[in-house]
T-cell receptor
Framework: SAVISQKPSRDICQRGTSLTIQCQVD?????MFWYRQQPGQSLTLIAT?????????ESGFVIDKFPISRPNLTFSTLTVSNMSPEDSSIYLC????????????FGPGTRLTVL | AQTVTQSQPEMSVQEAETVTLSCTYD???????LFWYKQPPSRQMILVIR??????QNATENRFSVNFQKAAKSFSLKISDSQLGDAAMYFC???????????????FGKGTHLIIQP
């Protein structure tokens, strides 16, 4: 298994500001992902965080709005930039070791409210 | 692109009874993985069960089992002897078998809210 922590667990922010969410894993993992879960909705993949290179973004998500860093195999950050109320969501970090047949684990999420 | 459809926004079942949650998906791939995840009010996503598309045998995990119909692209979850702790959102998810080459995370359905009546 993998133990994943996220900071902060929740935050209330003003529109126009930015928030950086941290994801820390207790052991090295190959794949790290960031998901968004809007209120009452399902999870949507934002991007795959690649170690040592630029993240791979899904359609509808751009680096200027959601810059991602992954300096090593246990840590990643997601920044939500120039926030608006529409960014109010739960943001989840997810990890997977090795090949695609391995289990994918999720962090506890960060609940973001933008006023 | 793959899509996952859960047509039941909410299901209710009596404690100790059996309930089946539906999931259909659309893909052009022949090899992939299917999952059911549970999300209780704590928000923590928990893997319930997984199925490899190349396996004909349906996966089972204790009280949880699936009915995987590859030709029909159907992947339903059966929960037997329902317990109060089973109350949660249940998400069906798809993942390609071949990683690399870009994003290969999970594609989720919209979820089914399962209510357990005591």
């Amino acid at each position: 298994s993998a133990v994943i922590s996220q900071k902060p667990s929740r935050d209330i922010c003003q529109r126009g500001t930015s928030l950086t969410i941290q994801c820390q894993v207790d052991s090295q993992v190959t794949m790290m992902f960031w998901y968004r879960q809007q209120p009452g909705q399902s999870l949507t993949l934002i991007a795959t965080a690649n170690q040592g290179s630029e993240a791979t973004y899904e359609s509808g998500f751009v680096i200027d709005k959601f810059p991602i860093s992954r300096p090593n195999l246990t840590f990643s950050t997601l920044t939500v930039s120039n926030m608006s109320p529409e960014d109010s969501s739960i943001y989840l970090c997810s990890v997977r070791r090795g090949g695609s047949n391995n289990e994918q684990f999720f962090g506890p999420g960060t609940r973001l409210t933008v006023l | 692109a793959q899509t996952v459809t859960q047509s039941q926004p909410e299901m209710s079942v009596q404690e100790a009874e059996t309930v089946t949650l539906s999931c259909t998906y659309d893909t052009s791939e022949s090899d992939y993985y299917l999952f059911w995840y549970k999300q209780p009010p704590s928000r923590q996503m928990i893997l319930v069960i997984r199925q490899e598309a190349y396996k004909q045998q349906n996966a089972t995990e204790n009280r949880f089992s699936v009915n995987f119909q590859k030709a029909a692209k159907s992947f339903s979850l059966k929960i037997s002897d329902s317990q109060l702790g089973d109350a949660a959102m249940y998400f069906c998810a798809y993942r390609t078998m071949y990683s690399g080459g870009g994003a290969d995370g999970l594609t989720f359905g919209k979820g089914t809210h399962l209510i357990i009546q005591p």
